[in-house]
């Protein structure tokens, strides 16, 4: 592709980030992990935190939200 990244739509920027993963042999389960990691992240910075309007944005329930946030987060070590 002759097109700078930022003239690519979603899907094709997606497929060049995921061809690199699968070049690389990343494991989907890590990959997954933290793109969604990532993407509440993003979300939290865009509403302050507010967890009510990042689900209602993201188009899941805040219980889901909160649940998958808190899995995502690393357990402490005692």
Excluded: C, W
């Amino acid at each position: 592709m002759d097109k700078k990244f930022s003239d690519l739509n979603i899907h094709q920027k997606l497929e060049l980030t995921i061809r690199e993963m699968v070049d690389k042999e990343l494991n989907l389960k890590d990959v997954l992990k933290e793109f969604e990691k990532i993407y509440f992240e993003t979300a939290a910075k865009k509403f302050n935190g507010n967890q009510t309007k990042m689900a209602k944005a993201l188009g899941i329930h805040r219980n889901t939200l909160h649940n998958r946030i808190k899995a995502l987060k690393p357990k402490k070590r005692n």
